[in-house]
């Protein structure tokens, strides 16, 4: 499921933005296809990687050092949403705190900070629909309704 939907269709989707003009839609979904595809790869028994560690400890701090780079770059791709629309500088903020609470979780090997992840992960992934059911609707010729992602206005 990560490696496919999360990762290669997600990064499909990205190099389908960049014919649309859509430069900040074409990185975004080609940057989180990239996660979610390295993340898979992390995770799989058959690469080695895991067993590559021999204490759990070292593994975890790994893991903390990965989680925490996503959570900068995810900082840095929030920057530019500011004015973009208001949905999609939410969508990035929960993300960054996901990142954030799941690099914790992995550096203390706290329970309380992963699941905070686990639940604005949940959290993410619901405005994460909610932007691509609008975009899809904000696409129709004629479609059964609108909703808005809050555009800024200066």
Known sequence: MTIFTGGLLQF????????????????VFSIYGAFWMSYSMILLPGTGILASYSDSRELANAMGIYLITWFVVTIFL??????????????????????LCLAVGEFTGGASATRGGGVTGIMTAI????????????????????LPQGHWYA
């Open 78 to 99: 929030s920057l530019p949403t500011i004015r973009r629309n208001f949905a999609f500088t939410i969508f990035l903020s929960i993300l960054s705190v996901t990142f």
């Open 127 to 146: 405005v994460a629909y909610y932007i691509g059911i609008s975009e899809l609707l904000a696409a129709e010729p004629r479609p059964i309704m609108k």
């Open 12 to 27: 499909i989707a990205g190099m389908w933005q960049f014919p649309r003009g859509d430069v900040f839609g074409a990185t």
